[in-house]
């Protein structure tokens, strides 16, 4: 199984079905890849409903008959423009063809900018999931929580965390979100597409090696084999 950091929080996972996290390419300044160049996507999972994060949801569903697991109300909202869903909230997990979804808290918003207007997204999530034999946490956009120690009995092989700051974690409170989950490896994302996010992925590297984990710094299009 390949799992590959197409930059901000965009991760592709390329096993027996081939799954979309967030997925923000056309528009995305560190993307190194266009829509076109995707693989067959089976089933997209949306974190929240912000525009860096919904993405081309609509538009990568439509053509590849693909399922968009995500919360309720964004579910809503896609079923609405002809997109195959599933709906979960939070705490809940459910066994795909592929594996098991949890979605987890994340501390962030989810509102849905549809025109000039904003739609209520619910509640944003973070994605726990069981695949071929590993688990992969992606925290979504988030602040640091303490729901977050619940995940070191997961035992993760992988986590995505967030450390831009300003929206989501900084360096800091990164490393002690690795420190909670206690993942084997930490891959970190949500930083440097804009000024306004830039982190020093170094120094989160250095830091989290420090509390005992190891720290895969992903440049994008970069991958990991699971």
Request: with cysteine; hydrophobic share 40%.
């Amino acid at each position: 199984m390949k799992v590959t950091f197409l930059g901000h929080a965009v991760v592709l996972i390329e096993g027996k079905k081939n799954i979309i996290i967030d997925p923000f390419i056309s528009g995305n300044p560190v993307c190194p890849v266009k829509l076109e160049g995707l693989p067959k996507i089976d089933y997209i999972l949306v974190t929240h409903g912000h525009g860096d994060h919904l993405g081309d949801a609509v538009e990568i569903a439509k053509k590849n008959d693909a399922t968009v697991i995500s919360n309720y109300e964004i579910c809503h909202y896609l079923g609405k423009k002809g997109v195959k869903t599933h709906a979960m909230h939070i705490g809940g997990s459910y066994l795909f063809d592929f594996g098991r979804v949890k979605m987890t808290p994340a501390v962030h918003g989810s509102g849905i900018l549809d025109g000039d207007s904003m739609i209520y997204g619910g509640n944003p999530s973070g994605f726990l999931i069981t695949i071929e034999g590993k688990k992969i946490y992606h925290a979504g956009d988030t602040g640091l929580t303490r729901e977050m120690e619940l995940l070191a009995e997961e035992n993760v092989d992988v986590a995505f965390l967030p450390i831009g700051g300003n929206f989501v974690m900084d360096v800091e409170d990164a490393v002690r979100a690795a420190v909670m989950i206690k993942p084997k490896k930490v891959v970190p994302m949500h930083y440097g597409t804009w000024e306004l996010i830039f982190a020093d992925v170094e120094l989160f590297k250095k830091k989290v090696e420090e509390k005992g984990v190891e720290c895969v710094i992903l440049e994008p299009g970069e991958s990991l084999e699971l």
